[in-house]
C-alpha cells in the first residue's frame, strides 16, 4: 500500500515525533517574531509558551475535528508538518500539537506529545525545579521523568493562552 508523505499510523504512535520540526525556516520565523512580545516576572518557558500559543491564535489559525480516516478501518491518520499548518491555518489535535511543539522547540525550549487515548496535545518543559513550580500551582504541572511540565490543550484556541492550559491539565487528569 502506498500512503501519502503525511500519513502516520497511530499503532507506532511515537513516531508522530517525526513531524516536530523546530528547524524549519518556517516555524523559526515565527517563533522569533513570537517571542518578541515581553512578559516580565513570569518564568522564561512559560513566557515562551504563551507566547507561541498567542502567535497561533493571531495568525488565525483554527482546530477542525479530524475527518474520518482516509486509510479506512486501520489506526492511519494525515498528520501535517507545522508550515503546512500556518499555510492552512487549520488542523486537528495532532496538526496543532506538532505545530506548537514545533514552535516551542523552534523558541530553544523543549516540548514533549502528550498522548491520551484518541487525542493528543503538548507539554512543555518548565525549566523549574518542582519546589520551583509550586508558584504555578501544584495542579497544573505535570511532572513526567523528573520534568515539571505545563500541558497546554491546543486545540482550546478561543479562551487564551491559560484556558488551554487548564484544559490541558483537565485532560491528563482523566487518564492518570
Not at 486509510?71 to 500556518?86: C, H, K, M, N, P
Request: charged share 25%; net charge negative; proline share 5%.
Amino acid at each position: 500500500m502506498l500512503w501519502d508523505r503525511n500519513a502516520l499510523d497511530w499503532g507506532q504512535s511515537d513516531s508522530v515525533a517525526a513531524f516536530v520540526t523546530p528547524k524549519d525556516p518556517t516555524l523559526l520565523a515565527f517563533a522569533q517574531d513570537a517571542g518578541r512580545v515581553d512578559a516580565p516576572g513570569i518564568p522564561t518557558a512559560v513566557r515562551a509558551a504563551a507566547q507561541q500559543f498567542d502567535a497561533i491564535v493571531a495568525h488565525g489559525v483554527r482546530y477542525a475535528r479530524d475527518p474520518l480516516s482516509p486509510y479506512g478501518e486501520r489506526a492511519i491518520d494525515s498528520v501535517q508538518f507545522g508550515r503546512e499548518t500556518l499555510a492552512r491555518k487549520l488542523g486537528d489535535c495532532d496538526d496543532l500539537a506538532v505545530l506548537y511543539a514545533g514552535l516551542i522547540e523552534a523558541s530553544g525550549r523543549e516540548a514533549r506529545l502528550l498522548l491520551t487515548p484518541g487525542h493528543i496535545l503538548v507539554g512543555v518543559d518548565t525549566e523549574l525545579t518542582a519546589a520551583q513550580a509550586a508558584s504555578l500551582g501544584a495542579d497544573r504541572t505535570l511532572i513526567v521523568e523528573g520534568r515539571v511540565l505545563i500541558p497546554v490543550e491546543i486545540t482550546k484556541l478561543d479562551g487564551g493562552f491559560s484556558a488551554a492550559w487548564e484544559h490541558g491539565k483537565k485532560e491528563i487528569a482523566r487518564w492518570i
